[in-house]
């Protein structure tokens, strides 16, 4: 193998790192290093000229591995990697070292413990540079055809917009007839549009396009494959059909709570949940004409029990209200509530409807009675407002009850591989970064697939899904990151546990033994942590180069030193954060930077301690959320499971702490380090 020659570019950064650390004097420190054949301060170093000079003096000096420490790989390590690949050199030769964000502005007020911190990250960088490796992005072909699930309003405004685009176009209803709940509206509030009269012309427009094919009463039986290679198998009667897509949306909407047992719903005919009251006014079941009074009750199963708030439930209960009015002012409508969720244009509605009809608004702490009167219903409820009880007499009761996911997700969410939630709702991959996509790529989620909508809502967020799932298919192809998972079959013990760890299905069993299937793997590093035998490890971010960087990192008085495992994405971000804001904490930490708190190996803790630190500091995503779905759920379990062991070894479990950042998170990191600083009693003058 090829002699490592290092080229450290060290960034002087204006004032930003300059005015803090001797840049000149680190420089001249990082030459002395060994296997470092080429130094270079720079003034901004991700500069165009710079980036040039870079590509130039990797020729010169015949470099093989790049140190660039400047600012924050979160937002420049792209940059310098193409320089790299522009050079000749594989990209994946590159290591970042971030002096400015986790030196110069964190410590600006102790220059000399700055220059050494960033002197000992330097080094750290370099360690695990001699030991890097080339590897190779995968390169997946995406086709032009998409399939989507649900024949809703959600999904005919998907399959017009991918057609638009000249995409073949796949739409796959469960019922007889598309449309979904639209069918069984009246009207769409606030704009009062007839439901029948938009879904004709919806349905008047797939009729133009040739290249969708629409399929009813027809069932998914099976989803295999990858993004550009999904294989499907839909079922019309007996009737199978395989199709290729490269793409799926799913949009298989939403469906009312029965309130069965609540205020006396399937007990009297005159209780009736919102939908069912606008299907049978719509039937001639319901006139209008002789009723006295209504009630319409909200957050029928919504705000209870550990359910939210329904989103759309006060909307429909203020539709329903004008509805009746406008059909007949006589009727007396009660709005009984616990609060109103009028959000963005739904107040103006709101308001408009509330000073043009007489309507009763009653403010309820969440109980009533509902029972049986003459020939019509008594409501007794508490008014929360008047602080006593009101008898209310109706012929009507309209439950707005909560809402769900589709039935058919439980057959769907298998194929999907998706997660749902306790409404059958599907789990977005991350509700900030990807709110339209599933965890597995090219398959996306829109309406009310994904949570509670008005129609107006879900074809937004149609169009959303539907110029998400284009993006590869217009491009022809998705690149995999070259940070990925690989196995040794030798060491494997076919245990499966990767198989059932890895939230991107990304590893699968061929001829008994594990496989990572390259074009899913994100590099998380779960896997390799969970690995009993040590059989898995992560291109990029192997076992040893953590190893290497743990030692390095603690050579020089490790007593003083508290080593930190940070996620790349929110624990990493809230590092960032820290030095934007020029945040002070002690200069005793050291980071290593991992893909995924996931990836903290039960070995990386017993070394750091074994090797002198005075603590360690485990940081990734806060709950729910993880960039990597699950990873920081694998590590909290693991961490728990280390402190047992550090208790057996008669090490003090409490010098092992976590914490859980969001990306702006920044004065919590810094309280934890200030925290641990003092807590363990380590020295930072």
Not at 233 to 257: A, H
């Amino acid at each position: 193998m090829e002699e490592p020659r290092i080229g450290v570019f060290i960034c002087n950064c204006g004032t930003n790192i300059g005015a803090v650390i001797n840049v000149k004097k680190l420089t001249e420190y990082v030459s002395t290093l060994q296997n470092v054949a080429f130094t270079d301060e720079g003034r901004f170093i991700c500069s165009a000229d710079y980036l040039n000079k870079i590509k130039e003096a990797i020729s010169k000096n015949r470099l093989n591995r790049v140190v660039v420490a400047c600012c924050t790989p979160r937002t420049h390590e792209a940059i310098f990697r193409s320089a790299l690949r522009e050079a000749g050199l594989n990209p994946y030769l590159l290591e970042f070292v971030s002096i400015r964000e986790q030196a110069s502005w964190v410590h600006k007020d102790n220059p000399e413990a700055a220059f050494e911190k960033a002197k000992e990250l330097v080094r750290m960088g370099i360690a695990k540079a001699l030991l890097l490796e080339p590897s190779e992005e995968v390169k997946l072909p995406v086709g032009r055809e998409a399939l989507i699930i649900g024949g809703g309003i959600s999904g005919i405004t998907a399959a017009l917009s991918l057609a638009s685009l000249g995409i073949e176009v796949y739409l796959v209803e469960k019922e007889a007839e598309l449309g979904g709940l639209l069918r069984r509206l009246i009207r769409i509030a606030p704009a009062n549009i007839s439901s029948d009269e938009l879904l004709m012309e919806k349905i008047s427009q797939l009729s133009k396009y040739r290249n969708i094919h629409v399929f009813t009463n027809t069932e998914i039986e099976d989803i295999d494959g990858y993004i550009g290679n999904f294989n499907v198998k839909i079922r019309t009667g007996s009737e199978v059909r395989e199709l290729k897509v490269s793409t799926i949306i799913v949009s298989t909407g939403m469906e009312e709570r029965k309130p069965k047992g609540l205020y006396s719903y399937g007990e009297f005919s005159n209780v009736v949940t919102a939908l069912e009251f606008e299907e049978k006014v719509k039937n001639g079941e319901i006139s209008l004409d002789n009723l006295g009074s209504v009630a319409i009750i909200n957050c029928v199963g919504s705000k209870t029990n550990g359910a939210g708030c329904c989103n759309i439930g006060c909307m429909v209960s203020i539709k329903n209200a004008e509805y009746i009015k406008e059909r007949n002012p006589n009727i007396k409508v009660y709005i009984l509530h616990q609060d109103l969720n009028m959000k963005g244009i739904y107040e103006c509605y709101f308001r408009k409807v509330m000073d043009k009809y007489d309507v009763n608004l009653l403010r309820y702490d969440g109980k009533l009675e509902v029972s049986c009167k003459d020939n019509g219903l008594k409501v007794k409820v508490y008014d929360v407002l008047l602080g006593d009880y009101v008898e209310l007499n109706v012929d009507l009761i309209i439950l707005i009850s909560s809402l769900q996911g589709s039935q058919s997700i439980n057959k769907l969410k298998g194929y999907l591989k998706a997660s749902i939630d306790t409404s059958l709702f599907l789990k977005e991959a991350h509700v900030k970064l990807k709110p339209l996509d599933l965890l597995t790529d090219g398959v996306y989620v829109c309406g009310g697939a994904r949570s509670p909508k008005s129609v107006d809502e879900a074809m937004k967020e149609a169009l959303g899904a539907a110029m998400r799932a284009a993006i590869p298919m217009v491009k022809g192809f998705v690149i995999n990151e070259g940070i990925m998972a690989e196995i040794d079959h030798k060491k494997c013990a076919k245990c499966y546990l990767c198989v059932k760890t890895c939230p991107f299905n990304a590893i699968e069993i061929v001829n008994e033994y594990p496989v990572v299937v390259k074009g899913l793997c994100k590099g998380c590093g779960t896997c390799a942590a969970e690995c009993p035998r040590d059989a898995i490890d992560i291109v990029g971010f192997r076992k040893k180069q953590i190893m290497r960087q743990i030692e390095e990192a603690l050579r020089d008085k490790p007593e003083e030193k508290i080593l930190a495992f940070c996620c790349h994405w929110c624990a990493l971000g809230a590092v960032d954060l820290a030095g934007v804001s020029r945040f002070q904490y002690p200069p005793n930490i050291r980071i290593i930077r991992v893909m995924c708190s996931g990836r903290v190996d039960v070995d990386f803790i017993h070394k750091a301690f074994e090797l002198g630190a005075r603590g360690v500091l485990v940081a990734g995503c806060e709950f729910p959320t993880c960039h990597y779905v699950n990873g920081n759920y694998k590590c909290r379990d693991r961490m728990e499971k280390v402190r047992r062991q550090l208790i057996s070894k008669g090490i003090d479990p409490d010098r092992l702490r976590t914490v859980w950042l969001s990306a702006a998170d920044a004065p919590k990191f810094v309280a934890t380090v200030k925290n641990m600083v003092e807590e363990l009693g380590v020295s930072h003058d």
